[in-house]
Structure formats: C-alpha cells, structure tokens
C-alpha cells in the first residue's frame, strides 16, 4: 500500500564520509547493517578516523562503486576518476589518498557492521520525505534533495505525514517491520558538524544548528518521545537489527509496520 508509509529510496554509504550509492534493494549484513554499507573507512596513522567531522577537505573527494562493490572509482571536480580493485586490498587506495590529504591515510574494511558512528546503533537511519518537504522551509534555498544530502540517512520512508518516524522510538525501543526484516527502532539521530556543511563544496550554512535546534523543539509532535531529546540537533532515527536477520532483504516499496 504505497498511501501508507513505505521504503521509499535506499542508499549505502560505501566509503565512510563519502558519496552515496543509491540500490533498490539491499541484503541485510551479518552484523544486522545494510549490506556495504559504511564498509570502508579512512583511518590515519594513529588508527583515527579521518572522516567529514574532522576534515571538510573531503567534500572534495567524490566515489563510485561498480554495481557488484568490486571497484571504486575516485575523483576530485578537476581531475579523471581513478579506479581500484577493491578486492585486491586497499594498498593502492590509500597511496592515492595519502597524496589527496596530504597525510599518510590507510583505508580499511569492516564487513560485519562496517563503520556506524554508534556501534549500538548499527541498523540503517530512516529520515521521511514528507519530513524532508516541511523542514525545507527553514533553510532557504535548499530543497529537500539538499537537505537529505546533508542528513545522509539510509532509508528514505514516504506515504506517511511529517515526522511520522518520529513513531519509531521510544524508552525501550520501538519494534517494526521493514518488508520481511524485524527492526528495532532506538532513538532520534544526532547530529554532528556534517549536515551544516554544503555536501560538495564544504561551504557552511549560517546557523544551520541554531535553526535546526529551535525548530525542532518548536515543531516535535505529540508522538515524539521527549525523553530522547537531551538536545534537539536530532533529525532521523537510529536504528538496530538482530543479526539473526542476515540475508534478509528490504527494498524499495517495503511497508513500514509497527509491531
């Protein structure tokens, strides 16, 4: 029923603080993540991240991945894309962006949960488009494609009213359905430096916080647990899924079902 909420777009972050990959279907990883997503990551030499929270040098930086995830190519707005193998090891991959960062950078693989920024919280993030469509009008002139490149949730969920996902947490967590695949929904996602930032040209918004922060109090619906809220720069929600549910699969037109 496409007038009810449902998986509208999936998207995997491949690469860690890089470009989206958009599927219409996605397998459910072993460690309960969407399959390659977030698998690889930039780390530094003291085993540190090196990713958009840290450097908006990495804007710069665009990706793209072969539909079976076996070579990515990389590439700068004024330079040719350069493609690698990923399955013959990141060696050259990093040698490559040593020389964009101007540091020694080694890319790594994690292919059980890849590389979340909560490790508890390692299911895929769902923000809604009708959301997406309301809070569009407090940043002009972005629309709300720009707005869900800065947010870089996983799953998009339409056919419902602003905030709906708003429903899918709670004090214990909140039990649903995404197509075949039982989810647990954990908390409203907070926000770092990453959405105030222009998602290809680093440039900042003015007070994209401030704006976002007061809105959100002002606006959260009745539904919302307030509870989770010690700070309202939250938009999309957290999400875990049992790993038992490997193999699954959700895809685009999937209901979204509390249970």
């Known amino acids: 029923d496409l007038s009810a909420p449902h998986i509208n777009r999936i998207f995997v972050y491949t ?64 330079s040719d894309t350069r493609w690698f193998e990923l399955q013959e090891g990141a060696g050259p991959i990093s040698d490559y962006l040593s020389d964009f ?9 994690e292919i059980r949960i890849g590389y979340p920024d909560d490790r508890d919280a390692s299911g895929p993030t769902l923000l809604g488009r009708e959301t997406l469509e ?16 800065r947010f870089r949730a996983n799953i998009e ?11 899918l947490y709670g004090r214990d967590g909140v039990a649903f359905r995404m197509g075949p695949v039982a989810t647990l929904g954990l908390k409203p996602c907070a926000r770092c430096v990453v959405p105030t930032r222009d998602p290809v040209t680093a440039e900042i918004y003015p007070s994209f916080s401030k704006i976002l922060t007061g809105k959100r109090r002002e606006t959260l619906p009745a539904w919302a647990d307030e509870n989770k809220f010690t700070h309202y720069f939250r ?12 193999g699954k699969q959700v895809k685009v037109g999937d209901p979204i079902v509390l249970t």
């Open 235 to 246: 938009m999309a929600v957290n999400t875990r899924i049992d790993p038992a549910e490997q």
């Open 101 to 109: 960062f101007g540091y020694p950078v080694q890319l790594k693989r």
């Open 15 to 78: 690469n860690k603080s890089l470009d989206a990959v958009e599927l219409k279907a996605c397998d459910i990883s072993p460690g309960g993540a969407l399959l390659h997503d977030r698998e690889w990551a930039i780390f530094d030499d003291r085993d540190v991240f090196v990713n958009a929270k840290r450097t908006p040098a990495i804007h710069k930086l665009r990706t793209e991945f072969t539909p079976d995830f076996s070579q990515a190519g990389f590439h700068t707005g004024d």
């Open 157 to 167: 969920i339409t056919g419902a009213d602003p905030f709906w996902e708003d429903h």
């Open 134 to 149: 309301a809070i569009r009008e407090w940043f002009p002139p972005l629309d709300s494609e720009a707005l869900w490149r």
